[in-house]
C-alpha cells in the first residue's frame, strides 16, 4: 500500500479536527472549554517547577489518549518548542533586571560577565512551561472538536449567532492557513525554488517574503470569497435563527465538568497550602545537593 503524502494528511494540521473515538471526542465543546479555563487560571497560580512539569506531563498523556499519536504531537510541538528554547537561552543569558542579591548559580564557561542567575534560570523555565502546556491543550481542543458543534454550543447560551459564527471562521480558518501554506511550499518546490535552493542571505529573504505574500494573498482571496458568499446568502438579516443540528448536554459532560472543578479545586487548595500535605522539593535545592 503506498504511503500517504503527508501535506494531504489531516492528523499533521496543528489545529484541525480529526474524527476519533476517545472520551474526548464525545464531550460537549463546552465541558471541554471548562477544562480549559480551569487550566488557564490554575497555571498561573504555580509556583513549584516540578508540579507544572507534572501537570504539562499529564496534558500530553490527556492528548495521547485523545488519538493523537506521540509523533504526530512532536510535529505539531515542534516550531514552538524551538521558539522557546531559543526565548529560554535568551531570558537567562540577558536578564532584564539583574540584581545584586540575586543567587548566581554558576558562571558559564567561567566567565564573570556571564552569570546564570537562579531567578532567570526560574522564570525561563515557568514561561517554557506556561507556553507548552497552553499549546499542547488548544491542539486537543481543536484536534477534538467540530467548530460547527462549538458554534451551536455557543448559541445554546443565547450567545447572537453572527458572534459564534465569527469565532468559528477565525478558528477554521487556522488549519486553512497552515494548509495554503503547505501548498505553496509544494508548488515553489515544483518550480524548483525549494528549501535546498537557498544558499545565501538574498535568497533566503526572498524564499521567505515569497512564501508569506503568496500565503497572505491566498488567504485574504478565501476571505473575500466567503464574505461574498454570506452577503450572497443574507446572513445576519434576522436576529435569531434556527439550526438543523443541536449539541446538547449528557451526563458524562456534568459528570466531566464536575471531575474538573473538584480536581482543580484540589490542586488550588495544594498550591495555597490549605491541605496539609507534602511539598514538592525546590529545583533549587536539589542542584545545591548535586553540585
Same mark, same amino acid.
Given at each position: 500500500?503506498?504511503?500517504?503524502?503527508? %501535506?494531504?494528511?489531516?492528523?499533521? =494540521?496543528?489545529?484541525?479536527?480529526?474524527?476519533?473515538?476517545?472520551?474526548?471526542? @464525545?464531550?460537549?465543546?463546552? &465541558?471541554?472549554?471548562?477544562?480549559?479555563?480551569?487550566?488557564?487560571?490554575?497555571?498561573?497560580?504555580?509556583?513549584?517547577?516540578?508540579? %507544572?512539569?507534572?501537570?504539562?506531563?499529564?496534558? /500530553?498523556?490527556?492528548?495521547?489518549? #485523545?488519538?493523537?499519536?506521540?509523533?504526530?504531537? !512532536?510535529?505539531?510541538?515542534?516550531?514552538?518548542?524551538?521558539?522557546?528554547?531559543?526565548?529560554?537561552?535568551?531570558? $537567562?543569558?540577558?536578564?532584564?533586571?539583574?540584581?545584586?542579591?540575586? +543567587?548566581?548559580?554558576? =558562571?558559564?564557561? *567561567?566567565? +564573570?560577565?556571564?552569570?546564570?542567575?537562579?531567578?532567570?534560570?526560574?522564570? !525561563?523555565?515557568?514561561?517554557?512551561?506556561?507556553? /507548552?502546556?497552553?499549546?499542547?491543550?488548544?491542539?486537543?481542543?481543536?484536534?477534538?472538536?467540530?467548530?460547527?458543534?462549538?458554534?451551536? &454550543?455557543?448559541?445554546?447560551?443565547?450567545?447572537?449567532?453572527?458572534?459564534?459564527?465569527?469565532?468559528?471562521? *477565525?478558528?477554521?480558518?487556522?488549519?486553512?492557513?497552515?494548509?495554503?501554506?503547505?501548498?505553496?511550499?509544494? !508548488? +515553489? @518546490?515544483?518550480?524548483?525554488?525549494?528549501?535546498?535552493?537557498?544558499?545565501?542571505?538574498?535568497? !533566503?529573504?526572498? %524564499?521567505?517574503?515569497?512564501?508569506?505574500?503568496?500565503?497572505?494573498? #491566498?488567504?485574504?482571496?478565501?476571505?473575500?470569497?466567503?464574505? /461574498?458568499?454570506?452577503?450572497?446568502?443574507?446572513? *445576519?438579516?434576522?436576529?435569531?435563527?434556527?439550526?438543523?443540528?443541536?449539541?446538547? %448536554? @449528557?451526563? @458524562?459532560?456534568? *459528570?466531566? $465538568?464536575?471531575?474538573?472543578?473538584?480536581?482543580?479545586?484540589?490542586?488550588?487548595?495544594? $498550591?495555597?497550602?490549605?491541605?496539609?500535605?507534602?511539598?514538592?522539593?525546590?529545583?533549587?535545592?536539589?542542584?545545591?545537593?548535586?553540585?
Amino acid at each position: 500500500m503506498p504511503k500517504k503524502n503527508e %501535506f494531504l494528511d489531516n492528523k499533521t =494540521y496543528t489545529f484541525t479536527y480529526y474524527p476519533g473515538d476517545s472520551l474526548l471526542h @464525545k464531550l460537549n465543546p463546552l &465541558s471541554k472549554l471548562v477544562f480549559l479555563l480551569l487550566l488557564t487560571i490554575l497555571i498561573f497560580f504555580i509556583r513549584s517547577l516540578i508540579l %507544572f512539569a507534572v501537570i504539562t506531563l499529564s496534558i /500530553i498523556l490527556i492528548a495521547l489518549a #485523545s488519538g493523537i499519536s506521540l509523533r504526530n504531537l !512532536a510535529k505539531k510541538l515542534r516550531f514552538i518548542i524551538i521558539v522557546m528554547i531559543f526565548s529560554v537561552f535568551l531570558n $537567562i543569558f540577558f536578564n532584564a533586571i539583574p540584581q545584586e542579591q540575586e +543567587q548566581v548559580l554558576f =558562571y558559564l564557561f *567561567g566567565v +564573570q560577565f556571564l552569570p546564570i542567575r537562579r531567578l532567570a534560570v526560574y522564570y !525561563a523555565m515557568k514561561a517554557f512551561l506556561i507556553v /507548552i502546556t497552553l499549546f499542547t491543550s488548544s491542539i486537543i481542543y481543536t484536534n477534538t472538536t467540530l467548530m460547527k458543534d462549538f458554534a451551536y &454550543s455557543l448559541m445554546s447560551l443565547n450567545i447572537p449567532y453572527k458572534f459564534s459564527f465569527d469565532f468559528m471562521v *477565525g478558528i477554521r480558518y487556522l488549519p486553512l492557513i497552515e494548509k495554503e501554506a503547505k501548498t505553496i511550499a509544494l !508548488a +515553489q @518546490k515544483a518550480r524548483g525554488f525549494g528549501r535546498e535552493k537557498v544558499n545565501s542571505i538574498k535568497k !533566503a529573504y526572498n %524564499f521567505v517574503m515569497e512564501r508569506l505574500i503568496s500565503t497572505l494573498v #491566498s488567504i485574504l482571496r478565501k476571505g473575500h470569497i466567503t464574505s /461574498i458568499s454570506m452577503e450572497n446568502r443574507c446572513f *445576519g438579516i434576522y436576529k435569531t435563527r434556527t439550526n438543523l443540528t443541536k449539541v446538547p %448536554f @449528557k451526563k @458524562k459532560d456534568y *459528570g466531566f $465538568i464536575i471531575f474538573c472543578i473538584l480536581l482543580f479545586s484540589f490542586i488550588s487548595l495544594y $498550591i495555597f497550602r490549605i491541605i496539609p500535605l507534602p511539598t514538592f522539593p525546590s529545583l533549587y535545592n536539589i542542584f545545591k545537593n548535586l553540585f
